[in-house]
């Protein structure tokens, strides 16, 4: 029997490397991501944390290379998490002019000026409690905690910050923070907003690395709900409004369709965050030898993009940006 004429055939587009190269509608590229740093003030030499094989706390001493190798992989930015010596009923450590993450965003400017230094903004890893601001009874009270971001931007800002990251999920914390920074005179000093996080099981291993654990109950009153798609819209919409320059979502992996949702939705550079749980399930599968390690990361990182990520923060940054070289070679 003959076949039809008009057979369609999307095959021919597929036929060889060079083929697929010309139709290819996504790209990546190290310029696309941010490298999450944790720096601890307690330690004298880097420590492993144990669910996120090749992750380590630094101390402030060792800030200084890691930044200058981020930089030298051609990797734009990182984000400073802090380990603070102290903590307290209130996290007062964040805004404290000598505290970890001031004191390392100096080392990271003076080693590397030309990478952008983000400052996650926050009060769970300062906090006795754990949680991402101030308690009023079991509840983290909104405005007391904003009043607090307030400063702690501040004082990143003081200290050299490229860029703050409040991810508190604090609402309103966009307009307080951007108020403060522009009545200290850092009116050009860019506000990434994690708009879009979700209460995820996803964040475990990350409060092992940053000790952020809360003491009790949960991150669902100030968090969202996973069930919850339009929310993210007025999520985003709002921090928007706020004057956010950049929007991030997060997790990222389980949310590719909020990741596209929110992208269509507005105009603003967008940030997707693969987290912590995300990175120790390849890790956790490649060492059994169940997965090709580089070719799932960097699959799962070019979907990132396709779904309309422009910045990914990753602690796979590393290794793709070396393997994106190794390619090219
Ligand atoms: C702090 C913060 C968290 C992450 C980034 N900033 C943890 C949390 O909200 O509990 C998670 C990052 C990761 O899991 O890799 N608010
Ligand atoms: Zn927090």
Redesign the pocket.
């Known amino acids: 029997m003959s076949l039809p004429d008009l057979i369609v055939r999307p095959r021919r587009l597929r036929k060889s490397p060079t083929m697929r190269r010309m139709v290819r509608e996504t790209s990546l590229s190290a310029n696309d991501f941010i490298y999450?740093l944790f720096v601890d003030e307690t330690i004298s030499e880097p420590r492993e944390v144990a669910s996120m094989p090749g992750v380590s706390r630094i101390p402030l001493s060792h800030v200084g290379d890691a930044v200058r190798e981020v930089a030298a992989l051609g990797i734009p930015g990182v984000i400073l998490?802090g380990i603070p010596a102290k903590k307290d009923a209130i996290g007062s450590g964040a805004w404290d002019t000598h505290g970890v993450v001031q004191q390392a965003i100096r080392e990271a400017k003076k080693a590397s000026p030309e990478t952008c230094v983000i400052a996650?903004s926050?009060f769970?890893e300062y906090t006795d409690h754990g949680h991402?601001g101030v308690l009023h009874g079991d509840e983290v009270d909104n405005d007391e905690t904003l009043a607090n971001l307030q400063k702690e931007a501040v004082s990143y800002a003081e200290a050299g910050v490229d860029i703050v990251a409040p991810?508190?999920m604090m609402d309103g914390m966009i307009a307080a923070i951007r108020t403060a920074l522009d009545a200290a005179g850092f009116e050009s000093l860019p506000i990434m907003s994690?708009a879009v996080?979700y209460a995820s099981g996803?964040?475990g291993?990350?409060?092992d690395a940053?000790d952020?654990t809360p003491s009790f109950g949960d991150?669902a009153s100030y968090?969202m709900d996973p069930a919850n798609r339009r929310e993210a819209i007025k999520e985003a919409e709002l921090d928007m409004a706020e004057g956010a320059d950049f929007l991030m979502v997060?997790p990222a992996l389980a949310y590719m369709d909020i990741i596209r949702e929110v992208k269509d939705a507005n105009l603003l550079p967008m940030a997707v965050?693969n987290?912590?749980?995300e990175y120790a399930m390849i890790k956790a599968a490649a060492e059994k030898g169940w997965i090709d390690e580089k070719r799932v990361v960097l699959e799962t990182m070019l979907s990132f993009k396709r779904a309309g990520a422009d910045l990914i923060l990753s602690y796979h940054a590393l290794d793709v940006a070396r393997w994106l070289n190794d390619d090219r070679q």
């Open positions: 999450p998490f996650d926050c769970c991402c991810s508190g994690y996080k996803y964040f291993p990350f409060r940053a952020s991150r968090q997060k965050y987290v912590s749980g």
